[in-house]
């Protein structure tokens, strides 16, 4: 990830604390509205965080986390509604974003059975179900984004940023 | 195909200096000796001709009293250490030979070779390879799973690695206790550690590598900070913004003075860049609006100057012209002052005719004074001739009056009348000077006049008062001057403000240079290489990932497979502890398999299901080693193709009775599976020679020779 957006993101954290995680979710979803997404969803209280469908027809589901170490885990709830989401035809996939200066997205592919709730999985062994495809495809966008808005996350919060993404008729929220 | 030991030739090895040949093909083969004659040499021979190296040593072998372990006799000199171990398969026969020479490059002392039935001959890591593939095992496995070891009786038992890998080895999964060891071996969570780390340095070396162009960086962001700018302000909008605030600040300016210009796009940095250095020069230069500034400055003061000297001239003109009419009020107009200038003269002409008259007269007196005097008839008149008396008196008396008085007061009024036509006189000098003053102020203000009239130009042909024309003119023209000089200034501050905007967006550019070069020195992620390590990274990952799933997967299939062959395998465990133990109350030993921590692990219960081990005595661990030993030795014979225990002095801690079951023990052993064992004469060996029925031998050695070493006294086969 470039210094600069690194730096950007490593100011909202320090401003935003806890808030921090979902803001950076609704950047990644103006990414994925900025790189052409047809529809986006949403869910800010329960059930999986995104739900995508790109311009080529595939449809996502991403659990998106961010974590201030090298290690995330998953709450059973994010596992069980990962699985859900395959029954109904959406491609599961972990976002994760580490707080290293190296770190990038990570969209791992989700393997029911190969990742459990509530046990420790290091940044770098999710490596192993990468789609590098989907990541470059946000790679541009994203950077964009967090530039673009980073005086309004840090001065608005949530608040801006949905603000930012009503503006896109292809944002719907759940 | 199942391997049995046939003969064993030694040749220099440890207790034996020379040469002696064992012939093993018994079930049971018995090397009887009191200690120190060569028994565990005799085993220990074997060990080193299948393992070499691996069985020296207290880290290689396993075996802590190996320590300083010598093969070669101290008298050996340049003989050759040499065991042959022969091995049948059925009518084959497959010869494994070590030796080691004393002398000669390290690297050419050792012949390690493996002779196959077929006449072909490996060597070296060839043999080696070969022993495995004819199901040989390995060091650690022969050490736990063939061999009793006096110096490490109960450790198979008591060591929980040694135990865990024994037990699984009895349940014929020892090659998924190797898979596993060997997965371990791979350390999937130490790689991903190790990627993180490797992570970690290239981050930290790549803050080093930025710490330079960062610290400029972070000078050129404190300046921008301090021109008022916020971090989230930096970034390329805000320096278009600049650019757009120039140019158009820069077209404002150029409407108000009439200017004609080119400006750039503000999207084209160089061009704005290179029209900033310009502008300034341009601006000031080249005004259209400001041009007549000069010249009405010019008009302006040439005015000022003429309208100033015109009212000086006007006002010396009313001052001289009043002092003028002042002076002929008082003292009349010139016509009057020549009058009375020309009376005067007349008085004056009247006083001087009377003085003359007078002095005339006086003259004549003083003549007539005189010729009296000189005339002889004082009295007589020189000039009619007639008496007069007194007339001398007379005269004189005349001549002092008219020199007295008469002469003095004309010459009194002779000066008055002077006087007064002097001051006639300059009565009418001042006039005239007056007057002269009058039309010199006259020619001033006439001149002064011209000059305003000249100074406003066309206007002053239709100026019935030119002066107040020009008074007028003097005011618009200030007007217009304040204006353009207002317009100017309006120029000069926004000419200034674009200094400062040409400074910022110059310290802007040069942020932007020094953070793009910054992100050069540290995007990593635009250099191909750093995209090759992201692709090694996730294999790496995916490899770690693979082998987690490999090692759980291994282990579930352990345990389902242990399940399996537990029921079997404990019924063998038990029948030889209770063989040993002479007695059938305590077979309820078995081998129970668990999950632990990932691993497969195995311990040994008791009938009451629980850890037998702690329960043991010395003699009871023996035994229970031994039964382990056997039970998997008996498994190993029948489905690995290995059959070979060798035991050195197991009777350790054995009191006769268990030493007669241990008797009975090898009997049932080695139906399945050869035995080749060191004891001391006694009970046991006894019990060996009487009691046990299959084909035996027994290798009686004579005492040590210091000279000879060990040596075979009696070979009897029962």
Redesign the interface.
Known sequence: MKRDVRSRLEEISRAKGQEFGKIVQKLLAIAFLEAGASRLIERSTQGIDLEIDLADGRRLALEVKTSQSEKVSFGAKDIKGLCERRREGRAPYLALLGPRGLDDWIFARFVDGEILPAKDYALTALRAYRDTDLEDSVRETFAAAVIAHTTAAIEGGQGALDAVLRKHSRFATA | MTLRLVSLEIGCFRGWHGPVRLALDCPITAIVAENGRGKSSTLNALEWCLYGDAVIGKGSSGIEERQGWEIRPRHAGERPTEVRATFANGDARIEITRQENPSGKKSERGRFEVRLPNGSLRQDEAAAVELRALGVPDWDTFRIAHCFHQEAARRRVLDSSDRSALLAAMLGLDEDVRLRELLDAQKPAAM??G??DL??K??SH??SV?GRPARELEDATSRLVARGL???DL?AGTAKAVRVRLIERARTVADKLGLAVDLPSESDDRAVAAWAERWPEIARRTAPALQPLESLRTTLARLKTATTQADQATQKWQVTNDALERSVREGGDAEARQAALSKAGADVKRADDALAAASARAAALEKARDALARAGEPERCPVCDSRVVGLVDHVAAELARLSTAEITTLRGALAAAQDVVKQAESALRDLQSRDDAVRQAEKWRRAALEEVATALGEEAAGAHDPLAAARKRIETTSEEIFRLDALANERDRALAEHATDVVLLRDFERWMEL?DR??RQ????SLPAWRELERA??EA??C???LE?VKEIASEVQLERSKARAEEVNRSLGRYFALIMRDDSRGGVRVESRVTRGKVEYRLLGDDGEAILPLLNQAALNALSLAVLFAQAEERSRNRGFACVLLDDPIQSLDEERQIGLADALEALCRTCPVLIGVVPGVFSERLRTHVSVKRRFVTLAPWDETRGASVAEEVVR
Do not use: N
Request: aromatic share 0%.
């Open positions: 991903i550690g990627i993180d992570l970690r290239l981050q790549i803050d930025a916020t971090v989230t970034h953070r910054t992100e540290v995007d990593v992620e990274i996730d990952a995916g770690a990932s693979d799933a």
